[in-house]
């Protein structure tokens, strides 16, 4: 155990920022870790500078940690933690994996982390990163393939696949959707959005975010165009119509007997 403590602490990986008071990735007030890189390259996407795997600054989990322990008492009093956030956080899972169990095993913290899903169950599992999440906040883009790709430059195969690898053992999950009018708020696609939920265990929280455009301006500092330009942010009456349609897509699932043969719990909306 001491060998493998050692191990932890000297892995590193490449930071792209840190947040010590967040409240929005993960229950409770958490230290939220931004990692560099992504394969992914959404269309909506408000931190492209995170995209690139050689940018940023290395660190160790040791210095992660001691930057977590002056807020420690926020943490653990509002029942919050860490969250591993991006970039996509998988892409450097060894590194998430040993920050995790070292936070868990230093400090007793909650662990969570921001996933698109585009990372093989096998790589994740093989490094012991799902053994040391405690919640998964799972981004469900679009269940369309065709429409995914046109929207994220790839494929949802292996993000569906996750998910499922996901439900069938047994972790904790909330649901994001990125709710863009005009883009991914259309009828037929909210509907297989609720109905795939509705086929997975371990589901909590469904979280619909709405679309913004406070990143815009980091597209134009990096000089790519930014292709939803014109776009509004969705009114709360449209997000209650999408809250409905995937609410009745995932009934629906439950009725037709897709459910896991469990069932999943009813999951909390949030916006």
């Not at 602490?9 to 990735?25: L, N």
């Amino acid at each position: 155990m001491q060998h493998q403590d050692r191990l932890d602490t000297a892995a590193t990986g490449r930071v792209h920022s840190i947040e010590t008071f967040g409240t929005m990735d993960g229950p409770g007030i958490r230290f939220v870790l931004f990692l560099q890189g992504c394969a992914l390259r959404c269309r909506y996407c408000h931190n492209p500078d995170t995209w690139d795997t050689s940018a940023g600054r290395e660190m160790d989990v040791e210095a992660v940690l001691a930057e977590i322990e002056p807020y420690l008492d926020y943490y653990r009093q509002s029942g919050g933690g860490i969250t591993i956030s991006g970039g996509e956080p998988t892409l450097q899972a060894p590194f998430v994996a040993a920050l995790l169990r070292e936070a868990k095993h230093r400090y007793g913290l909650h662990t969570a982390i921001d996933s698109s899903g585009f990372c093989e169950p096998a790589h994740a599992e093989a490094c012991g990163l799902l053994d040391a999440v405690d919640l998964v906040l799972l981004d469900l883009k679009m269940m369309d393939a065709a429409r995914h790709e046109d929207l994220t430059t790839q494929p949802n195969e292996r993000i569906l696949r996750f998910a499922r690898h996901l439900s069938d053992t047994g972790r904790r999950m909330w649901i994001r959707h990125v709710l863009i009018p005009g883009v991914t708020d259309r009828r037929e696609d909210l509907l297989a959005l609720g109905r795939f939920i509705g086929t997975l265990r371990g589901v909590d929280k469904l979280e619909l975010l709405p679309y913004h455009r406070m990143g815009v301006y980091k597209w134009q500092q990096l000089g790519i165009p930014y292709t939803l330009e014109g776009v509004q942010e969705p009114t709360q009456r449209e997000i209650e119509r999408a809250k409905r349609i995937i609410e009745e897509g995932r009934r629906e699932a439950s009725r037709t007997g897709c459910t896991a043969s469990s069932g999943p719990r009813i999951p909390q909306y949030g916006a």
